[in-house]
């Protein structure tokens, strides 16, 4: 059965419509399976701190034991769903591909049992994290490799706060490529004066997953065509929400395999709070709009949500916002298609697809393979948005009902882009 488009816009604003209210969403939507289960005490909450939202996305549960923060990551393989239509065996954590986020108060013990139900072995680093040297996690340099059916125990003492990663140090290349990664952020000590109103964390990877397979390819080098936040594509990526005037929080993580990715917002500049060296002093007064996070990285950006609309959050990297189908076809710019279609057609399939996702938006071509996405996403409201892969939309309102997905901005019609009057043209002198 093929998803259509019009399957994957529904089954997402539905996702985020049908999830819990408050803290809960968009943190976690409809794809919140068996492993996202309530957790105790929230650590922002017990901490006075607001807790990190991580949309498309849940927090790892704890259980306080004699003062200690006690955690479980059980790496397993995960049958993930990209986006409606494009599923593959991964491997990640807790079920969840990528882990659950790990939330914790700097100057707590923290206590991780990591389980493998791998077929091979596996160990995990805590990246950025100042620990003992035996409790980073390297296979082979710091401990013997976790193998299948054991479960290892880390615990080290937080020493620092801010946005942080973990992942698979053992075959990196092929544990990272099939998704065995996740966030670790650590609150501080201090809960801070002025803590921002909304604070989402989003983890950035590629995959490459062919046209009709189910297992991503971890020999690839370069030609990665599933670029995600947060393990999505667009539009399966969960829409981050703001209330007009309030301090947004987005702390930007990557752990793609070869891709730096400039991540850019419209409507708002942003001034970069922190890396995951540490926080970044206030009177670093320069601002920015789009931010590059290398790979290996974390950047936190802060801004004021002051302009209502849907604003776009995503890689410029204009080849990380397209799909599978959009790569290796021929370069038709500029020529006659009347006279080249029909050839076309007989060779090279795919091309049905790019030109009924570039032109008036139609479903997924019959001609593409089942398992696969066409190079671009979902309709907005005005027709296709020629986006997908590592994209998704800053909804600024004037108010927000939590938990209720605020839709399409309804803009002004006088601020709408429109087509010229003959009358505007001839009063401007324009000849259009
Ligand atoms: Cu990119």
Redesign the pocket.
């Known amino acids: 059965m093929h998803t259509t488009r019009r399957d994957l816009l529904r089954s997402s604003l539905i996702a985020a419509a049908a999830a819990p209210a408050l803290r809960a969403w968009p943190g976690s939507g409809a794809d919140s399976g068996a492993g996202s289960a309530p957790q105790t005490s929230t650590p922002g909450q017990a901490h006075s701190q607001r807790a990190v939202i991580t949309p498309n996305g849940v927090t790892l549960p704890h259980r306080m034991v004699d003062g200690v923060r006690v955690l479980h990551l059980v790496a397993e393989e995960v049958e993930h769903e990209f986006a409606p239509g494009l599923a593959a065996r991964c491997w990640g954590y807790n079920g969840r591909v990528h882990g659950p986020t790990i939330e914790c108060v700097e100057g707590e013990t923290v206590r991780i049992y990591v389980t493998n139900r791998l077929p091979v072995s596996t160990t995990v680093h805590w990246h950025g994290l100042i620990v003992p040297s035996g409790m980073d996690g390297v296979g082979g340099l710091h401990q013997r490799p976790i193998e299948p059916g054991e479960t290892f125990k880390y615990e080290f003492t937080l020493r620092q706060h801010g946005t942080y990663m973990y992942h698979s140090h053992h075959d990196e290349m092929t544990q990272m490529a099939l998704g065995l990664m996740g966030l670790f952020v650590i609150h501080p000590r201090e809960p801070e004066p002025n803590p921002p109103a909304r604070d989402y964390a989003i983890l ?1 990877s ?1 995959w490459k997953l062919e046209p009709g397979t189910r297992r991503p390819d971890p020999n690839e080098m370069m030609d990665f065509n599933v ?1 995600t936040m947060n393990a999505k594509i667009h539009p399966a990526t969960q829409n981050l929400v703001a209330q007009r005037g309030e301090r947004v929080r987005i702390r930007l993580a990557n752990l ?1 395999a070869m ?4 991540i850019h917002l419209h409507g708002h500049s942003f001034r970069v709070t922190a890396t995951d060296g540490g926080p970044l002093p206030e009177s670093n007064g320069w601002k920015e709009v789009s931010i590059l996070v290398p790979v290996g990285s974390t950047r936190t950006i802060e801004f004021i949500a002051d302009q209502p609309g849907d604003w776009p959050l995503h ?3 204009t080849h ?1 916002v397209m799909n599978q189908m959009g790569h290796g076809l021929p370069n038709t710019v500029g020529a006659d298609l009347g006279r080249i279609d029909e050839t076309l057609y007989a060779h090279v399939p795919a091309y049905g697809d790019m030109e009924d996702e570039m032109g008036a938006g139609g479903d997924h071509s019959s001609l593409a393979p089942p398992n696969s996405l066409p190079m671009i996403g979902g309709k907005g409201p005005y027709g296709t948005i020629t986006m997908s892969g ?1 994209f998704t939309i800053l909804k600024v309102r004037e108010s927000i009902a939590e938990g209720v997905e605020p839709g399409w901005y309804e803009a002004p019609p006088e601020t709408i882009a429109r087509r010229a009057t003959k009358e505007e043209l001839e009063r401007d002198g324009i000849s259009g």
């Open positions: 950035l590629e670029l793609s891709s730096h990715h400039p890689c410029h990297m990380h590592m």
